[in-house]
């Protein structure tokens, strides 16, 4: 190999790392609800099925993984014919605490709507999308139910018309198997990701999202949820600043290569 051809590779070599790292970063898919592949629970579940208190931390889609997250406080549930709480933890003491924060050991069944307020206003152009966490059931996206969301403003009130409907299909598969007491079954969390631009329906930017209503979308109580909040994709230009730092390296190794 000459040692022009060899700059060559080198050099393209070291464009393709800046461009994965700037262009290759995790971004939004427009329009598009994403089943999480994989969760991320404090305490790591040492048995199945784990009946220990535990937390979501993190998740993975499409094989990247999110860490930054929020969970959402609950309030005006409406329905909800049984909580659900770790077999070795204690009642949350009422259907909204049990759906507040990030306890994937707490649930209710059978809701038929429920107001969530976020941890931050999400804008139209903030790098933030959120997430929901409901009980597969039999452990299978499959049996996962279908839900209508909604944008609150600060007040709480709608904003326009916007909604987003989440389908059964849209779930990732089952992240973990639960022990809970007030249930005969274990539970089996499921969840998914959606972002601003996946509403529809409504006139105007869709912005100052401040919370989100979840509606049963048969119209019954079969909806039976776990938690909801906020996530931070990463800023494009964290992505960039890691790419002026290794392209010096690897330029380095061109020249010293080249002796």
């Not at 993190?58 to 930054?68: L, N, P």
């Not at 326009?160 to 779930?171: A, R």
């Not at 198997?177 to 329906?201: E, H, K, L, M, R």
């Not at 048969?218 to 964290?238: F, R």
Request: aromatic share 10%; net charge negative; proline share 4%.
């Amino acid at each position: 190999m000459t040692r022009r051809c060899h700059d060559r590779i080198i050099w393209v070599n070291a464009m393709a790392i800046c461009g994965l790292v700037v262009f290759g970063t995790a971004t939004f898919a427009s329009a598009t609800v994403l089943g999480i592949d994989a969760a991320i629970f404090t305490p790591t579940p040492d048995a199945t099925p784990e009946p220990d208190p535990t937390a979501l931390t993190g998740f993975t889609i499409d094989g990247a993984t999110y860490s930054d997250i929020n969970g959402a406080t609950a309030s005006d549930v409406v329905g909800g014919s049984a909580r659900f709480y770790a077999a070795n933890g204690t009642d949350s003491g009422s259907h909204a605490a049990a759906l507040s924060g990030l306890s994937v050991t707490d649930a209710v069944a059978n809701v038929s709507s429920v107001d969530f307020t976020l941890a931050q206003t999400v804008n139209a152009a903030d790098n933030v999308g959120f997430f929901m966490f409901e009980i597969t059931k039999a452990g299978t996206s499959a049996s996962a139910d279908a839900v209508t969301v909604k944008p609150l403003d600060t007040n709480g009130s709608l904003i326009s018309t916007w909604s987003l409907l989440i389908n059964s299909s849209d779930y990732g598969a089952y992240l973990g198997q639960f022990d809970v007491a007030g249930s005969s079954t274990d539970i089996f969390p499921g969840g998914v990701v959606f972002s601003v631009d996946d509403f529809t329906g409504g006139t105007g930017e869709l912005t100052g999202i401040a919370g989100l209503r979840f509606i049963d979308d048969q119209g019954t109580t079969t909806w039976d949820p776990i938690l909801a909040g906020t996530y931070v994709v990463p800023e494009p230009s964290a992505m960039v600043m890691l790419g002026l730092i290794l392209l010096p390296g690897v330029l380095f190794w061109r020249r010293k290569w080249a002796r």
